[in-house]
C-alpha cells in the first residue's frame, strides 16, 4: 500500500505553497480536459509536455529505440498478460490513458534514485541497480485523471508504480533474466515530489535493487521523460514470489 503521509501534507497546503510561485501550475502547465484536442495538438511548457501527439512521434522517445526493445501495446491488447477488465485497459477504453509506451533493456546503467530509501524488515534497500535490466513505461495521460483540480490523483500515480514493476519483472522474466511463476506486491512506498499536471507525459522508469529467497525489491523514478529534469514522484516496492 502506498505511503500518503507526505501527499497528504503537500496538498493540504495552497498550490502557491507546494510549488515556487514561477512554477504554480496555473501558469506553468496549459491542462486541457477537451479530450479531441488531447488528441490532435500539443503544448510543452516549462518542461512538461501536455496535450501530447502520439507518443511515438516524442523526439527523446525515439532516440530511445535502438537502446531498448519495444514491447507490446498491452493496453490496446485483445487478451495478453492483462485481462480486459483490468483497470488501466478500462481508462484506455475511456480516454483516460490516450497512449502508452514500454519499452525493456538488458544490460542497463545502474538507474540512481535521489532521497532516503525505505528499510523493509530491518534490511537497508540499495539505491542502485543491481540486475542489469531497466523498463521505461510512458503514458499519455487524458485530463479526466484529476484529484485536486487539473491535477493526476495521487492514487493513480502510485498505480503507475505498481504497474511500472509488474511490466519490469515479466519482462525479465521473458528475457530469461528471472525465473518465476508470478509475483505479488508485499509493500509499495511512494515519495511525492511534485504535482503531475492532468493531460500530460508522464515516464516511469524502474529497475530491480535486488533479490533475496522469494523477496524482489525495485526501485522507480516518475519523470516528464527519461533521465528527465523533473522529478514528480520516486518509489520503491517490495515484491514476493508465492509459495509453490
Same mark, same amino acid.
Given at each position: 500500500m502506498a505511503t500518503v503521509t507526505e501527499m497528504r501534507s503537500s496538498f493540504e497546503k495552497p498550490y502557491s505553497s507546494v510549488l515556487p510561485a514561477n512554477e504554480h501550475p496555473a501558469h506553468v502547465?496549459?491542462?486541457?480536459?477537451? +479530450?479531441?484536442?488531447? *488528441?490532435?495538438?500539443?503544448?510543452? #511548457? !516549462?518542461?512538461? @509536455?501536455?496535450?501530447?501527439?502520439?507518443?511515438?512521434?516524442?523526439?527523446?522517445?525515439?532516440?530511445?529505440?535502438?537502446?531498448?526493445?519495444?514491447?507490446?501495446?498491452?493496453?490496446?491488447?485483445?487478451?495478453?498478460?492483462?485481462?480486459?477488465?483490468?483497470?488501466? +485497459?478500462?481508462?484506455? *477504453?475511456?480516454?483516460?490513458?490516450? #497512449? !502508452?509506451?514500454? @519499452?525493456f533493456r538488458k544490460g542497463a546503467?545502474?538507474?540512481?534514485?535521489?532521497?532516503?530509501?525505505?528499510?523493509?524488515?530491518?534490511?537497508?534497500?540499495?539505491?542502485?541497480?543491481?540486475?542489469?535490466?531497466e523498463l521505461l513505461n510512458v503514458y499519455q495521460l487524458g485530463g479526466d485523471v484529476a484529484g485536486h483540480k487539473g491535477l493526476v490523483h495521487g492514487g493513480l500515480t502510485a498505480t503507475i508504480f505498481d504497474e511500472t514493476f509488474g511490466y519490469l519483472l515479466y519482462g525479465g522474466k521473458a528475457a530469461g533474466l528471472l525465473s518465476f511463476g508470478m509475483v505479488l506486491t508485499a509493500q509499495l512506498n511512494v515519495s511525492y515530489a511534485k504535482p503531475v499536471p492532468a493531460g500530460s507525459v508522464v515516464a516511469c522508469t524502474a529497475c530491480v535493487t535486488s533479490m533475496e529467497g522469494r523477496k524482489i525489491w525495485v526501485t522507480a523514478k516518475l519523470q516528464e521523460k527519461y533521465n528527465g529534469d523533473i522529478t514528480f514522484a520516486t518509489a520503491t516496492a517490495l515484491f514476493i514470489i508465492p509459495k509453490a
Open positions: 502547465f496549459n491542462v486541457v480536459s477537451n +479530450k479531441e484536442t488531447e *488528441r490532435s495538438c500539443a503544448v510543452k #511548457d !516549462n518542461g512538461v @509536455l501536455t496535450a501530447a501527439a502520439p507518443l511515438e512521434t516524442l523526439p527523446w522517445l525515439k532516440q530511445l529505440i535502438p537502446d531498448f526493445q519495444i514491447q507490446p501495446d498491452i493496453l490496446k491488447m485483445e487478451g495478453g498478460p492483462i485481462g480486459h477488465d483490468h483497470m488501466l +485497459k478500462n481508462m484506455a *477504453r475511456n480516454g483516460q490513458i490516450i #497512449d !502508452n509506451k514500454i @519499452l546503467p545502474v538507474l540512481q534514485v535521489s532521497g532516503s530509501e525505505p528499510n523493509y524488515e530491518s534490511q537497508e534497500v540499495p539505491s542502485t541497480c543491481s540486475q542489469q535490466m
